[in-house]
């Protein structure tokens, strides 16, 4: 099993969704970057569209495609937003943020009229959270949220990068916690979001209409 053609099969699919006109959200991430490619490849094509980039990264590389990026002010709604994930489970609930981006991936995802999953076939599990569920907190807050978490048994790690403290592109900070043994994730994620100073979670619980995932040289569908 080759996981990038999966990636790349399932970006490709993805992009038949987009159609002349329309404003789209541009995810983050290695899946994000093939669909940006093959959008790309499209506009060069003749389609016409709009995108919202989630994060730097990802509005540098739909420069270099040559699409055309408007804000997410002047854009208003979306008209389909597509987007990687880190896992995903049988009801269509994600685990984001694995590159950090998941505060403006869940901005357009919110701000967004479908929303639109690619993934390879790894991503698909039965029960989220071996993936480590990533949290944005704020800077000043950072350590006593730490605490915090530590005592509801989440395992926090601070996320660094080259011996540095990671830091998002609102520069903020992200605390990676072990959330396997929790059942009920919609009450965790509000108890996570309901201390001050964590500006969001990686948990994406109810946004998703569509998960598209190649696994082999298929792409396997999987509708709310
Ligand atoms: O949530 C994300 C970034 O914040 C990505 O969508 C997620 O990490 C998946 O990345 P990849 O497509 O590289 O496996």
Not at 9 to 19: G, T
Not at 29 to 39: H, N, Q, R, V
Not at 99 to 117: C, Q, T
Not at 176 to 192: A, G, M, P, S, Y
Request: hydrophobic share 40%; with cysteine; net charge negative.
């Amino acid at each position: 099993m080759n996981i990038e053609k999966e990636k790349w099969n399932a970006a490709i699919a993805s992009a038949e969704y987009v159609k002349n006109g329309m404003l789209v959200g541009l995810g983050s991430g290695s899946t994000a970057a093939f669909m940006i490619a093959e959008l790309g490849k499209r506009v060069a094509g003749g389609l016409i569209m709009k995108g919202v980039p989630s994060s730097n990264v990802t509005a540098r590389l739909a420069k270099q495609a040559g699409i055309s990026l408007i804000s997410l002010e002047d854009a208003g709604t979306l008209d389909i937003n597509i987007d990687g994930a880190d896992e995903f489970d049988a009801q269509l609930r994600l685990i984001k943020g694995g590159g950090g981006a998941m505060l403006r991936e869940k901005i357009l995802a919110h701000n967004s009229r479908f929303n639109l999953i690619i993934a390879d076939s790894g991503k698909e599990v039965d029960r989220l959270g071996k993936f480590k569920l990533p949290l944005e907190t704020i800077p000043f807050a950072t350590q006593n949220i730490m605490e915090e978490l530590g005592k509801m048994d989440l395992h926090p790690q601070l996320r660094m990068k080259n011996d540095e403290v990671y830091k998002t592109d609102e520069n903020n900070c992200i605390v990676d916690v072990d959330i396997f043994q929790k059942d009920d994730l919609e009450e965790l994620n509000r108890t996570l979001i309901q201390i001050p100073g964590v500006v969001e979670t990686g948990l994406f619980l109810s946004t998703t209409d569509l998960v598209l995932m190649g696994k082999g040289q298929t792409v396997t569908s999987f509708k709310k």
